[in-house]
């Protein structure tokens, strides 16, 4: 009788060595005429015991890990095939701490199901959510997207409801879905994550948008970068397409959704949703001016929903549970779970799903086990290259939206990188300025202009004395303040956030060098 094993084909797995040990699996089954079916899923999220091999016993799946071409021998004569002991062995996938306290709904199937395979996405509940919206008037549909209290899992966090609503009521003879998956954020990769291992959820997504809002054609804004995530998603197109899922007659219902992949531009700003549209259309992205909002005219000037992945990847359990069911997740206005990613220094790597109410201490203590190299955890930066520098002070705040408000943060994509007692919070600061600096599409004078001063002020205040140093801190909050209220985007609105932060928080880093030498 033929044993499953699933191997990642999942990038960050693939670049732990996660090909040559599909390889050496089916060598060794095949040298020792074993019975074997490989079937290469995406990853399970914990990155730091990748690749994670698992086989299907009668008992469920059991895991192995971090895997090696060198351990298969050792791990069929430990008859792994039958979820045998080894040093590697991590016992009943579903039983590993990790994962047994997550309440994965967005991530449901990744890591679980074949993502090429239509057959075992529609196994394990997929298309439950569309067959319900095709049941339902649009209205109705945009409404239980609003009663959820789904908001964007992106930068600012508006509600999904009402974006849907503005697009549906927009008159036009052709409105747009777009999926911005131009994931660029630093220690960021739901996104990838959910195209590489359960492309079929986003799909189904979008296409319930489209119904939603009455669009008929969609567009994944695709990352250059990400070329696994590229031909998992078109090969689950073709999929769709074939199963009667896309096309002119979904499901026999007489509508129409049809949907490509589009490469992005390789900018940091297409991320913002006007740069992004700007490059679809064949542009240099640059931002827009807002109004008119997207929703009422977006792409080629049509009304468009433009959500991330992991908004779009949420809507089909919303129709498939209910929008009760989903809301019934969570804290305050935060509703649902977030998908949040560990990264950085941290000892244990890799993605959690949570309803919002879980603080960063839990996170970077229960889940994340502490910093990777054993020191004190210093300054966490929550919401990519522009989140707010978090101090130990703060780690008890929980992930939710208003709750970082509150501090001068924000959840963002959610990603979270740690830093050690070891970082130089000035340094940090001096490269968020940078960071905007090079990455300004260079269309409003605060953000193009601000960010190179911001750089040169820093500069100064640490090449200079204590009395320089103060007045230059004066010179920088002021810009700081310049470039959140005048520019034209997040990106110059929100670099002041971790220079701000690193100022307040971390005030002994700015030391002038005569002041760091007296010291």
Same mark, same amino acid.
């Given at each position: 009788?033929?044993?499953?094993?699933?191997?990642?084909?999942?990038?960050?797995?693939?670049?732990?060595?996660?090909?040559?040990?599909?390889?050496?699996?089916?060598?060794?089954?095949?040298?020792?005429?074993?019975?074997?079916?490989?079937?290469?899923?995406?990853?399970?999220?914990?990155?730091?015991?990748?690749?994670?091999?698992?086989?299907?016993?009668?008992?469920?799946?059991?895991?192995?890990?971090?895997?090696?071409?060198?351990?298969?021998?050792?791990?069929?004569?430990?008859?792994?095939?039958?979820?045998?002991?080894?040093?590697?062995?991590?016992?009943?996938?579903?039983?590993?701490?990790?994962?047994?306290?997550?309440?994965?709904?967005?991530?449901?199937?990744?890591?679980?199901?074949?993502?090429?395979?239509?057959?075992?996405?529609?196994?394990?509940?997929?298309?439950?959510?569309?067959?319900?919206?095709?049941?339902?008037?649009?209205?109705?549909?945009?409404?239980?997207?609003?009663?959820?209290?789904?908001?964007?899992?992106?930068?600012?966090?508006?509600?999904?409801?009402?974006?849907?609503?503005?697009?549906?009521?927009?008159?036009?003879?052709?409105?747009?879905?777009?999926?911005?998956?131009?994931?660029?954020?630093?220690?960021?990769?739901?996104?990838?994550?959910?195209?590489?291992?359960?492309?079929?959820?986003?799909?189904?997504?979008?296409?319930?948008?489209?119904?939603?809002?009455?669009?008929?054609?969609?567009?994944?804004?695709?990352? @250059? /970068?990400?070329?696994?995530?590229?031909? +998992?998603?078109?090969?689950?197109?073709? !999929?769709?397409?074939? =199963? *009667?899922? &896309? #096309?002119?007659?979904?499901?026999?219902?007489?509508?129409?959704?049809?949907?490509?992949?589009?490469?992005?531009?390789?900018?940091?700003?297409?991320?913002?949703?006007?740069?992004?549209?700007?490059?679809?259309?064949?542009?240099?992205?640059?931002?827009?001016?807002?109004?008119?909002?997207?929703?009422?005219?977006?792409?080629?000037?049509?009304?468009?929903?433009?959500?991330?992945?992991?908004?779009?990847?949420?809507?089909?359990?919303?129709?498939?549970?209910?929008?009760?069911?989903?809301?019934?997740?969570?804290?305050?206005?935060?509703?649902?779970?977030?998908?949040?990613?560990?990264?950085?220094?941290?000892?244990?790597?890799?993605?959690?799903?949570?309803?919002?109410?879980?603080?960063?201490?839990?996170? @970077? /203590?229960?889940?994340?086990?502490?910093? +990777?190299?054993?020191?004190?955890?210093? !300054?966490?930066?929550? =919401? *990519?290259? &522009? #989140?707010?520098?978090?101090?130990?002070?703060?780690?008890?705040?929980?992930?939710?939206?208003?709750?970082?408000?509150?501090?001068?943060?924000?959840?963002?994509?959610?990603?979270?990188?740690?830093?050690?007692?070891?970082?130089?919070?000035?340094?940090?600061?001096?490269?968020?300025?940078?960071?905007?600096?090079?990455?300004?599409?260079?269309?409003?004078?605060?953000?193009?202009?601000?960010?190179?001063?911001?750089?040169?002020?820093?500069?100064?205040?640490?090449?200079?004395?204590?009395?320089?140093?103060?007045?230059?801190?004066?010179?920088?909050?002021?810009?700081?303040?310049?470039?959140?209220?005048?520019?034209?985007?997040?990106?110059?609105?929100?670099?002041?956030?971790?220079?701000?932060?690193?100022?307040?928080?971390?005030?002994?880093?700015?030391?002038?060098?005569?002041?760091?030498?007296?010291?």
């Amino acid at each position: 009788m033929s044993v499953t094993v699933y191997v990642p084909c999942d990038a960050s797995a693939l670049s732990l060595g996660a090909e040559a040990v599909a390889k050496a699996i089916a060598a060794e089954a095949a040298v020792r005429n074993a019975d074997v079916r490989i079937v290469r899923n995406g990853s399970r999220g914990l990155y730091w015991l990748e690749p994670m091999v698992e086989v299907e016993t009668g008992q469920g799946r059991v895991a192995y890990g971090p895997v090696q071409p060198g351990n298969v021998a050792a791990l069929f004569d430990a008859d792994f095939l039958h979820g045998g002991d080894d040093v590697l062995a991590l016992g009943p996938t579903e039983d590993i701490p990790w994962l047994k306290s997550q309440q994965r709904l967005t991530f449901a199937r990744v890591g679980i199901v074949d993502p090429r395979s239509l057959d075992d996405y529609r196994a394990h509940g997929g298309y439950r959510g569309l067959a319900a919206a095709l049941k339902m008037e649009p209205a109705a549909i945009v409404q239980a997207v609003t009663d959820s209290g789904l908001r964007g899992r992106g930068g600012a966090a508006f509600p999904a409801g009402i974006k849907w609503k503005t697009c549906f009521d927009a008159t036009a003879d052709q409105k747009y879905i777009v999926c911005n998956a131009d994931e660029g954020d630093s220690g960021t990769f739901s996104d990838r994550m959910v195209m590489e291992g359960d492309p079929f959820v986003l799909i189904e997504g979008m296409t319930i948008a489209g119904l939603a809002v009455g669009a008929t054609h969609g567009y994944i804004y695709l990352r @250059i /970068e990400y070329p696994h995530a590229q031909r +998992a998603l078109e090969a689950a197109i073709d !999929a769709a397409k074939a =199963g *009667g899922y &896309l #096309g002119e007659n979904i499901c026999g219902s007489g509508k129409a959704f049809h949907l490509e992949v589009r490469m992005a531009a390789g900018a940091y700003i297409c991320g913002e949703e006007t740069s992004l549209l700007e490059s679809l259309e064949g542009r240099r992205g640059q931002v827009r001016f807002k109004p008119p909002l997207p929703a009422i005219q977006g792409l080629f000037g049509k009304p468009t929903v433009i959500n991330n992945v992991i908004t779009l990847a949420t809507v089909p359990i919303i129709l498939d549970r209910g929008a009760t069911f989903y809301r019934d997740f969570g804290t305050g206005r935060s509703r649902g779970t977030m998908p949040i990613q560990l990264a950085g220094n941290i000892k244990r790597g890799g993605l959690v799903e949570r309803a919002f109410g879980l603080t960063l201490r839990e996170l @970077i /203590e229960d889940y994340g086990g502490g910093t +990777a190299s054993g020191r004190p955890v210093r !300054a966490v930066q929550v =919401g *990519g290259p &522009l #989140g707010a520098y978090i101090p130990v002070s703060q780690l008890d705040t929980p992930i939710d939206y208003e709750a970082f408000a509150a501090i001068n943060g924000m959840v963002g994509h959610g990603g979270v990188v740690v830093f050690d007692d070891t970082v130089d919070m000035a340094a940090q600061a001096r490269f968020a300025m940078e960071f905007c600096a090079i990455e300004s599409c260079g269309k409003c004078t605060p953000c193009r202009i601000g960010s190179t001063r911001g750089v040169e002020v820093i500069d100064r205040m640490l090449a200079g004395s204590i009395a320089e140093r103060e007045r230059n801190e004066v010179l920088l909050r002021d810009l700081c303040q310049t470039m959140l209220a005048g520019s034209l985007c997040a990106l110059g609105g929100m670099a002041p956030f971790p220079v701000l932060s690193a100022l307040d928080h971390y005030p002994e880093d700015f030391a002038g060098t005569s002041q760091r030498k007296a010291s």
